[in-house]
């Protein structure tokens, strides 16, 4: 029998090797593709690499990632407190949660192209028309996921810190915060995709910079080349983070959990992302 | 055993109402400091329900309870009672040590101090070399232990457990008898446990405290004080106290004669 370490470095080795013919495929495919048609509506893979270069030493770059980065986190980071707070105090209260349903539901099925334009109504071209859309999308998500975690806290610990004489507030930290983490972290990721995706709708429209700006005025100017670099950019920029972020802070988090137990943050995870569908763009 | 100046905990008159259902009806219970003491019966005699308010974790609706001498009433800054529930009740996402020092972290040690209590703990119960396993990868007797270990680690002046090795299988529930034995032993530390085993409360007790039901109440208090340690289930003395005790439960206190 082979170790098991061998065998799981065999399985990885494949799956890269895999996921290597696919992409080049994919590549492939796009090349062919882009062979007998305009540029202007399919580019090339070398056009796209040459405008992504241009990209690159433009003088603006920089300026544009930061500023959609920006956006993004503070509209991520307003909602994770908002959200946060306002899970908890659902999950404190039934009669706060039974008053509250309905206009959770409301907010989980205006979709955020109806945000941006009010966004654009009440803040017009300014960093606040993204932050409140990005907002707008993640907050519900992280309110969910954190009232899911919060009553999902077993009493049984609760009564456990309690026969130990543990303070109100040593209990929420002891008890309360481990059990709803990895509610809210599910919560989270699934809040950061689709706040990142959303404010690139809201910046086509209610800025006058940033990545979701420059990506509408590549199309206006039917300069697809550069509307494929950025495509290109996005895709690579995520999955640096999904992999290099995410991935690692979930498994240092959540270490604890073995691999026969299913994970309770997949499960709500899922139902938030069945709830918010309609919300992205 | 007997005769310490100051009773651990001394109730008087508990009363607990459950609707219109009486739980408790006028319970007076001295416990003895140092003592092991087992309080048995049938279901909804009470037991679990007088374990819960000794623990402070239930309220009475009338009485009053003295812990060594002193009104309950301040009961939240009494940190020298530890509750071990029938469950073990560890926390999956704290590994055994950080498991043990969950009841030291209301007392405001140093750092130092309560990794020292958590380890002597541990090393009491046998389980210092998994102190940085997850829970999950213990068994039901290890995670038993580690529950032992997290009650004891706080020194308690009273443990009170409800139905505490009920979960096991015999041949690890004695071995959790003599661990307890040996901690009760050299810590002089008051035990205060319900069982529905019989064999269990004979071999572990000073004293068993009989309750029956509807209203619940004491019934008898047996003294164990003139049977000799260590007690051996299948000696001759101890079996026939455990079959006397299973007559009382069934006939009342005539028993066998």
């Known amino acids: 029998m082979k170790p098991l370490h061998t065998l799981a470095r065999g399985a990885m080795a494949s799956l890269a090797g895999q996921r290597l013919a696919l992409a080049g495929a994919l590549v492939l495919l796009w090349w062919a593709g882009a062979q007998g048609m305009p540029s202007f509506v399919l580019p090339g893979p070398s056009r796209v690499l040459q405008a992504l270069e241009v990209l690159w030493h433009s003088e603006t770059f920089t300026r544009d990632v930061l500023a959609t980065c920006r956006r993004v986190l503070a509209g991520l980071g307003l909602a994770m407190l908002v959200g946060t707070l306002a899970g908890l105090a659902l999950g404190a209260s039934r009669a706060l949660a039974r008053f509250f349903e309905p206009v959770l539901a409301v907010f989980n099925t205006v979709s955020s192209a109806i945000w941006a334009i009010f966004a654009i109504i009440w803040f017009g071209i300014s960093d606040a028309t993204t932050v409140f859309v990005v907002f707008m999308t993640a907050m519900p998500l992280i309110l969910t996921s954190v009232w899911q975690g919060a009553q999902a806290v077993e009493p049984q610990y609760v009564d456990l810190a309690r026969s130990f004489r543990l303070s109100r507030w040593q209990i929420l930290r002891k008890i309360h915060a481990p059990s709803i983490l990895p509610h809210f972290f599910s919560g989270a990721r699934l809040a950061f995709g689709f706040g990142w995706r959303v404010s690139l709708v809201a910046e086509t429209i209610g800025a006058s910079d940033g990545i979701g700006y420059r990506l509408r005025q590549a199309a206006d100017l039917v300069q697809t080349d550069q509307v494929f670099a950025w495509t290109v950019l996005l895709v690579g920029l995520m999955l640096l983070i999904e992999g290099g972020v995410l991935k690692p802070a979930e498994r240092r988090l959540f270490r604890w959990k073995s691999a026969s137990l299913a994970p309770p943050s997949s499960h709500a995870g899922r139902r938030a992302a069945a709830v918010s569908q309609p919300t992205e763009s | ?257």
């Open chain 2, 1 to 257: 055993m007997t005769g310490a100046a100051q009773p651990a905990l001394e109730a008087r008159g508990l009363v607990k109402r459950y609707g219109g259902l009486d739980v408790l009806s006028g319970v007076d219970l001295s416990v003895h400091t140092g003592e092991v003491l087992a309080l048995v019966g049938p279901s909804g005699c009470g037991k679990s329900t007088l374990l819960g308010i000794l623990s402070g974790l239930l309220s009475a609706d009338a009485g009053s309870l003295d812990v060594a001498g002193v009104p309950a009433r301040c009961f939240a800054q009494w940190q020298r009672i530890a509750y071990m529930f029938q469950e073990d009740r560890l926390l999956p996402w704290r590994s055994v040590r950080d498991n043990v020092a969950l009841g030291l972290e209301g007392q405001g040690l140093g750092r130092a101090q309560r990794a020292q209590r958590v380890d002597e703990a541990l090393r009491m119960v046998g389980l210092l070399h998994v102190a940085d396993a997850w829970p999950h990868e213990l068994s039901g007797g290890m995670r038993s232990r580690v529950a032992l270990a997290r009650s004891v680690a706080v020194l308690p002046a009273v443990l009170l457990m409800d139905e505490p090795f009920s979960k096991l299988d015999p041949q690890t529930r004695a071995q959790m008898h003599a661990q307890l034995l040996r901690i009760h032993a050299g810590s002089g530390t008051t035990v205060v446990f319900v069982t529905h085993d019989m064999e269990e409360a004979v071999v572990l007790a000073d004293r068993i405290v009989r309750l029956v039901p509807s209203p619940g109440r004491i019934a008898e208090v047996i003294e164990l004080g003139d049977l000799p340690r260590p007690r051996d289930p299948v000696a001759q003395g101890v079996a026939e106290r455990v079959r006397d005790l299973r007559a009382r439960m069934v006939m009342g206190p005539e028993g066998l004669q």
